[in-house]
C-alpha cells in the first residue's frame, strides 16, 4: 500500500523558518517525480513545487521562489520543503504527492498544516 | 502563464441528476488535463488524467471530456458520496509546473 506521511508542520512567527518531511513507502520513491501541493484554509489547491527522480530538476510557484527549496533522499524514501522567509500568506496544509508518468498528482499525504502567524 | 478557469463556483444537484463541471484554460493545452475529487475534510483524490483517462478504481459514472482550452467533467448520475469539491489541474507535455482551477463545489440538493 503507498503512504505518504509528512511531518514538521506547526506555528511560526513571520520571517521564521520549518523544515517538512514527507515519508514515502508501498512504492519505489526513486523512480518517481514528487511535489508538494498547499490549500490554505477555506481556499483551493495550489501547487508549490516539483522535483525530478534524481534531484536534477526542480521547479517552484513564483510566490515562494528564492524562499523555499524541495529537497529529496531516495536513500531514506523522503522528501523534504524547507520553507525560509515565511509570510502570513504561507498558512497552509500542506501535502507531498507522487506524480505519475504525465504531471498528474497519483497520490497524496494527509497533509501537516504550517501557521505563520505573530 | 495560462489560467485555469472552472465554472461554475458551486452547483446543487439532485441524487440521480447528470452534471457537468466545465475548464476553461486561456491557452491551448492539448489533453494535458487532469481531475480531482476532494471531500470535505479529505485528501484530493485524482478522478481523471489525459483529460478523458479513468483513474482505476474509479466509479465509471465520472467522465472527462475536452482537448485544446474547453474540458469537462461529467458525473453521469449524482449520488450522495460525490458531495465534495473538484478541481482541473492542468500540466504540460515537459515537467514544469502545474497550475489547479478554483473549484467546484458539488451539494446534494
Known amino acids: 500500500e503507498v503512504q505518504l506521511v509528512e511531518s514538521g508542520g506547526g506555528l511560526v512567527q513571520p520571517g521564521g523558518s520549518l523544515r517538512l518531511s514527507c515519508a514515502a513507502s508501498g512504492f519505489t520513491f526513486s523512480s518517481y517525480w514528487m511535489s508538494w501541493v498547499r490549500q490554505a484554509p477555506g481556499k483551493g489547491l495550489e501547487w508549490v513545487a516539483n522535483?525530478?527522480?534524481?534531484?536534477?530538476?526542480?521547479y517552484y510557484v513564483d510566490s515562494v521562489k528564492g524562499r523555499f527549496t524541495i529537497s529529496r533522499d531516495n536513500a531514506k524514501n523522503s522528501l523534504y520543503l524547507q520553507m525560509n522567509s515565511l509570510r502570513a500568506e504561507d498558512t497552509a496544509v500542506y501535502y507531498c504527492a507522487s506524480l505519475g508518468s504525465g504531471q498528474w498528482l497519483v497520490y497524496w499525504g494527509q497533509g501537516t498544516l504550517v501557521t505563520v502567524s505573530s | 502563464d495560462i489560467q485555469m478557469t472552472q465554472s461554475p463556483s458551486s452547483l446543487s444537484a439532485s441524487v440521480g441528476d447528470r452534471v457537468t463541471i466545465t475548464c476553461r484554460a486561456s491557452q491551448g493545452i492539448s489533453n494535458y488535463l487532469a481531475w480531482y475529487q476532494q471531500k470535505p475534510g479529505k485528501v484530493p483524490k485524482l478522478l481523471i488524467y489525459?483529460?478523458?483517462t479513468l483513474q482505476s478504481g474509479v466509479p465509471s459514472r465520472f467522465s472527462g471530456s475536452g482537448s485544446g482550452t474547453d474540458f469537462t467533467l461529467t458525473i453521469s448520475s449524482l449520488q450522495p458520496e460525490d458531495v465534495a469539491t473538484y478541481y482541473c489541474q492542468k500540466y504540460n507535455s515537459a515537467p514544469q509546473g502545474l497550475t489547479f482551477g478554483g473549484g467546484t463545489k458539488v451539494e446534494i440538493k
Open positions: 522535483i525530478k527522480q534524481d534531484g536534477s530538476e526542480k
Open positions: 489525459a483529460a478523458s
